[in-house]
């Protein structure tokens, strides 16, 4: 069982940066490959990121590429999203998941979620 607890959204304006945080409770956090996904009003939850449980695999949706940063650290058992230049239609609810191994772009196949956070991105 893990359990994922996000951080890190808010208010920031067109060009500026956050860095979420996912904080994940259990002994086999190492062992879980980790993505972000997001969700704006009325629209499906879509991919943005993910990274192998080694950290040495990553993955990103073209929309963020060159923009976001997914990272990990198994010792503090936390996954990060750098998030700069910000767009407006960045503007969603941001949600980590865990899943052991396979394709890390669908949300089908990931086995926990967190709460989400939200992040608000003004023009």
């Known amino acids: 069982q893990v359990q994922l607890v996000e951080s890190g959204g808010g208010l920031v304006q067109a060009g500026g940066s956050l860095r979420l945080s996912c904080a994940a409770s259990?002994?086999?956090?190492?062992?879980?490959?980790m993505g972000w996904f997001r969700q704006a009003p009325e629209k499906e939850r879509q991919f943005v990121a993910a990274i192998r449980w080694s950290g040495g695999s990553t993955y990103y949706a073209d929309s963020v590429k060159g923009r976001f940063t997914i990272s990990r650290d198994n010792a503090k058992n936390t996954v990060y999203l750098q998030m700069n230049s910000l767009k407006p239609e960045d503007t969603a609810g941001y949600y980590c998941?865990?899943?052991?191994?396979?394709?890390?772009?669908?949300?089908?196949?990931?086995?926990?979620w967190g709460q989400g956070t939200q992040v608000t991105v003004s023009s």
């Open positions: 998941a865990a899943r052991l191994g396979g394709s890390l772009y669908s949300k089908y196949d990931y086995e926990y």
């Open positions: 259990g002994r086999t956090f190492s062992s879980y490959s």
